[in-house]
C-alpha cells in the first residue's frame, strides 16, 4: 500500500542508548517531516525536509539528528535518549513544500526507561 | 504562524451536523487554514483548507468568516467514526514552513 512507513512501531530504550527512527515514503514526495507527541498533547514539530539535500530545525529539535538519505526516506536519530524523549514519533510526507495534504505514518512508540 | 484557539472538547449526537469552530484573530494574508483530525493514536489525516473562500470536499465544509477571523469545520451527519481530535492550523503556503498543530478539539459522537 502507497504511503508513510515508520520502523519499528515500538521500541524501549535505556537513558543513554541510542538509536534512529526510519520513514519511508513512496509517493514521490518532495517534503518530509519528524513530529512527536506527548500523552494528551498536540504533535511537536522536531525537524523538517522541505526537499532532498536540506534538513531544518522545527519547534523541539534539540536531542535529535535527521539525515534525508534520498528522497524516498528521511531517518530520525536520538544519540542519547533520555526520559523525557518518551513519545509517540510520526513522520509524514508532502508532495511539496506548499502542498496542503500531508500524509503520515502510524507512529513509533518510544518509551525511554 | 497565526495562532488558532480551539475548544478543547466538543460533543455532537450521531446523525447531526458537527460544528467545529477555530479562531485566528491574527491570521496574516498569506496563511491559509488547514484542518486535519487525529482518531485514537492514529497518524493525523488531513480534512480540508482554504484562504479566503468557503471550500467542501467529500468530507467536510469550511467556513470562513470575511475578515479571516474565524473559521468553523462542518461534519455535515457525524457519525461514531467521528470521533477524534480536530486540528485547526493557519499557515503560510511558502517556502521553509511546516505545518504547527496545536492541542486540537476533541470531538465524541454519541449514539
Known amino acids: 500500500n502507497a504511503g508513510v512507513t515508520q520502523t519499528p512501531k515500538f521500541q524501549v530504550l535505556k537513558t543513554g542508548q541510542s538509536m534512529t527512527l526510519q520513514c519511508a515514503q513512496d509517493m514521490n514526495h518532495n517534503s518530509m517531516y519528524w513530529y512527536r507527541q506527548d500523552p494528551g498533547m498536540g504533535l511537536r514539530l522536531i525537524y523538517y525536509?522541505?526537499?532532498?539535500?536540506?534538513?531544518d530545525k522545527g519547534e523541539v529539535p534539540n536531542g535529535y539528528n535527521v539525515s534525508r538519505l534520498n528522497k524516498r526516506e528521511f531517518s530520525l536519530r536520538l544519540e542519547s535518549a533520555a526520559p523525557s524523549q518518551t513519545s509517540v514519533y510520526f513522520c509524514?510526507?508532502?508532495?511539496?513544500?506548499?502542498?496542503?495534504?500531508?500524509?503520515f505514518g502510524s507512529g513509533t512508540r518510544l518509551t525511554v526507561v | 504562524d497565526a495562532k488558532t484557539t480551539q475548544p478543547p472538547s466538543m460533543d455532537c449526537a450521531e446523525g447531526r451536523a458537527a460544528n467545529l469552530p477555530c479562531n485566528h484573530s491574527?491570521?496574516?494574508?498569506?496563511?491559509?487554514v488547514y484542518w486535519y483530525r487525529q482518531i485514537h493514536s492514529q497518524g493525523p489525516q488531513y480534512i480540508i483548507h482554504?484562504?479566503?473562500n468557503n471550500e467542501t470536499n467529500e468530507m467536510a465544509s469550511l467556513i470562513i468568516t470575511e475578515d479571516r477571523k474565524s473559521s468553523t469545520l462542518i461534519l455535515p451527519h457525524a457519525t461514531l467514526r467521528d470521533t477524534a481530535v480536530y486540528y485547526c492550523?493557519?499557515?503560510?503556503?511558502?517556502?521553509?514552513?511546516?505545518?504547527?498543530f496545536g492541542k486540537g478539539t476533541t470531538l465524541s459522537v454519541s449514539s
Open positions: 525536509s522541505a526537499s532532498e539535500g536540506t534538513t
Open positions: 492550523i493557519a499557515s503560510p503556503n511558502q517556502a521553509g514552513t511546516a505545518l504547527i
Open positions: 482554504g484562504l479566503k
Open positions: 509524514a510526507s508532502s508532495e511539496r513544500w506548499d502542498a496542503y495534504g500531508y500524509t
Open positions: 491574527t491570521i496574516s494574508g498569506n496563511e491559509y
